[in-house]
């Protein structure tokens, strides 16, 4: 779980730096790192890893939560009131958001590309440039980035927790790291969405 | 004091459970929320209706026999206290206050605020201990051990088995419990030895018990009456892959 | 009298054990497979002896009340555990602890037993280290220790404030060992309702299952009793709550002799009663007597805080009385010196029944921090029970019955006047003569269940490797079986009005206001009398609701309750019998002109043993004489 899920952590900030090439005008640096990706076999491997990660993350966190939910068959009368890493109560409804947004993603772009929806898989730039203008398309969009921040949130350091990754220094150092990420992440795809949608 | 008491109450492990309210108006601040059940139970006896049953024993916070879910905090809403020393002080006159007993599939309930916890023995049998036998030790002085792994071994070695953690839990983990005594063992240089064959049995019986996993929320260690730390759990996330 | 042979082995003192060792007769590893030992209780002692005789490879069963073996009382003795390791290099041995538990216990327990405590005290410490427990270390890495109560050496090994808990815990790793690997088997929440004997051993239990009510028969080739004191005579104490005396009463109504009963130890610095719900005293360590000063106001019922009584106003009293020792008297002097202040009126508090232990002065010399450094926890604790800060008020403290010295008595091979019947840790009588010194139980319980017993049983076991696995159909399992059930049923048929914890707090009272710090053959006299007329209003007048058939803690409760309306007159017999004061046992009428104690050597130098003589009759005193071959009976001072 926190294996794969570093893996998505890494992941994440190079489609960023990806996406904010969509800033440009000029189209051919991000169709060309979108092909480039597409096509460059290191890449593809760890494309296939990193699917293998995706699938991992979600298959293994619902079983988890399964197991989990079974583990206290009779509830409390009395809402839990501890003190508490607030938004790990909320992994599997921020996670399961995110993957419905997953879904919608891979049905605009990745599928096209794997030829299973129709598009044009070398101009993923209009694409994309043509979703931004669709202002529900952006609800949701913001929507699911800000549960995304919420999950990367108590992920960053329960990531390492869980390795049993601890240390006196690193782990507050870490946990900065958390913040940062959880909140830099989404609003650099925030960022691109906004710009895109409100000020072109 | 006057006080609205919601216990839970259930005649036996197979008998279905209800919340019973009782009323109490003469509470002095001075008790102890036990000492405070106590006269309910007294008064219950009396009109020779059955008491509330709940474990209880030392009563100075060491045996880790009480505990109950107080207000949607086990051990009631003081940090670092078992329910024993719980005082009527530290609630509010005129408060509805729910009683129940720990919620965990390990952890059944045998009568009202009685739970089973032998759970938790099953666990220390698996592997929570260090294979000598009386008269072959050593000279105790012969192994030396720093200062500062006794001291954090001390820490970890004073959870009281009480539960606390796994009731305050989301998922109802045991991995605090488990993770204080591996942690003990392994910061001393003694419980090195069969460091790798403990982790791997105990959280293996662990798991089987049927206690939930661990997602590092931090409830039980909020609840924890003895203030163990998540960083024992760390620990034992790191002893668990060096045994494999 | 060949039921009170103490079989002490001949030879010079610090040969005896060696020699015993040496002689008693063993038993072949297949054979001790097919020989079973029963356990009771799971202190430090049983849980101690349950591992040991289960590494040996005996089928061991053990018992317990509490829902986990882990639970049992020793979890919490806070200060030490002593041993003779002399690591301080401040001359201690062997032979000097002997010497002060034998002078700490007013030359009242036998020598052989107290000397062999002490020598197997350093396999206790180099046991427990091996179990991981994790005794406090210097910066080398070696053990640290401190100095306690009553001695001039440092030999008190401990764990911050909670060696009973870790000893117990080390116990219970090993007992855990055990029970993997089969050699043990773990019975929780079964409380033990009678001795079985057969051919007049002691050959079996019948216990009941607190949580379904089922009364069941275990049978055994010995039976051991760990089953700790009973302290909770006085209602209030530092004991559990559940803590009692059931079993070892079981075992005296059956033939095992009950040793001075009247030695009940009062541990001086207790959080006083706070109000009349109040169901425990809480203990606060010894240590604290180091820096604290105790002290009442020199003006009866003075109204003012504690803080507003100007210094001359102050009476400091134990370093009036006692300036060689000041704070630091053992605790059966500490514990006269406050109930004679409160007692002529100068107590504390709301109820007047305390007085005070004050750091302002410690504070000031040493500052916050260092106070903090000695006592932070305890400062916490206290604050945590009374809502009143230590650093800014003195504590109030009073004393609270703590520990039995006297119990079952044993021989020197632990087993009771009972063949095959085995009595260790606190249940017994033989360490701590009238008074025990502070880190010496933990110290002799894991001794006695460890090293001691695990010898002395092959010594009686030897003779019955050909007796095959002790049936429970035998009729006299039946029917101790149905006299147990005889008696619950005549508890729950009694169908009266008031809860057996109600009888319990008038019992308790009484005990605390006659038997108690002090005794007076008027008082034990009257108290007798007193809890006669309570036993009979208890057997008319007690309610259990709920089914014997069910988890019922009213049951339990009015079980032990009513063994302690007849073991408290058995120990008010003893203490009438005993006219004398020795340690914790103050007659009033044998003081000095000063108050302090008065020991009378020539008549009282025995230990009295109590043998059961049926209901309604009084028990028979049966003698066994101290002879002191090594050490010399001398009055103890501290003036």
Known sequence: MALAGLFLLLFLPVHLVINLMLLKSDPDPFNTAAHFMATFPLVKIVEIVLIAAILIHICYGIYLQIMNWLSRPAGYAVRNKSETAFFSRFMIWTGASVLTFLVLHFFNFYFIRLGLVEGNAEDFYSVAHDLFSIPAYNYIYLTCFMLLGLHLFHAFSSAFQTLGLNHRIWTPVVNVLAWIYAIGIPAGFAFISISLWLFR | ?244 | MEKMNSKIPDGPLSQKWTRYKASARLVNPANKKKLEIIVVGTGLSGAGAASALGELGYSVKVFCYQDSPRRAHSVAAQGGINAAKNYQNDGDSVYRLFYDMIKGGDFRAREANVYRAAEVSNQVIDHFTALGVPFARDYGGTLDTRSFGGVQVSRTFYAKGQTGQQCLLGCYSSLNRQIKKGSVKMFPRREMLDLVLIDGKARGIIARNLITGEIERHGAHAVVLATGGYGTIYYLSTLAVNSNASAAWKAYRKGAFFANPSFVQIHPTCVPQLNEYQSKLTLMSESLRNDGRMWVPKTKNDPRPANEIPEEERDYFLERRYPAYGNLVPRDVGSRAAKERCDAGFGVGDTKLAVYLDFRDAIKAQGKKAIENKYGNLFEMYLTITGIDPYEEPMRIYPAGHYTMGGLWVDYELMTSIPGLYAIGESNFSDHGANRLGASSLMQAAGDGYFILPNTISNYLADDIRVPKISTDKPEFAEAEKAARERIEKLMSIKGKQSAASFHRRLGKIMWDYVGMTRNEAGLKKALEMIRELQAEFWKDLSIPGSAEDLNPELEKAGRVADFLELTQLLITDALNRKESCGAHFREEYQTPDGEAMRNDKEFAYVAAWEYAGEGNPPVLHREELKFEEVEMKVRSYK
């Open chain 2, 1 to 244: 004091m006057k006080l609205t008491l919601k216990i839970w109450r259930q005649k036996n492990a197979r008998a279905r459970g209800t919340f019973v309210t009782y009323r109490m108006d003469d509470v002095s601040p001075e008790m102890s929320f036990l000492e405070m059940l106590d006269s309910l139970n007294k008064k219950l006896v009396e009109e020779n209706l059955e008491p509330v049953a709940f474990d209880h024993d030392c009563r100075e916070g060491i045996c880790g026999s009480c505990g109950m879910y107080i207000n949607g905090h086990p051990h009631g809403p003081v940090p670092a206290i078992t329910t024993c020393h719980l005082s009527m002080r530290h609630l509010r006159d005129g408060e509805t206050i729910w009683v129940e007993p720990w919620r965990a599939k390990p952890f059944p309930v045998i009568k009202d605020l009685i739970v089973d916890r032998s759970a938790f023995d099953k666990i220390q049998s698996a592997g929570g201990f260090i294979s000598v036998n009386s008269g072959g030790a050593p000279e105790a002085n012969s192994i030396p051990v720093k200062r500062k792994n006794a001291d954090d071994a001390f820490d970890s070695a004073i959870c009281i088995g009480c539960g606390a953690c796994v009731a305050a839990c989301k998922n109802a983990s045991a991995m605090l419990f488990v993770s204080a005594k591996i942690s003990q063992f392994a910061l001393l240089p003694q419980g090195r030895t069969e460091a790798k064959e403990r982790v791997r049995a105990m959280v293996e019986k662990m798991d089987e018990l049927g206690f939930g996993n661990c997602s590092n929320t931090g409830a039980c260690e909020a609840e924890c009456p003895k203030q163990i730390k998540l960083t024992n759990i760390a620990r034992l996330n790191r002893e668990y892959y060096k045994a494999y």
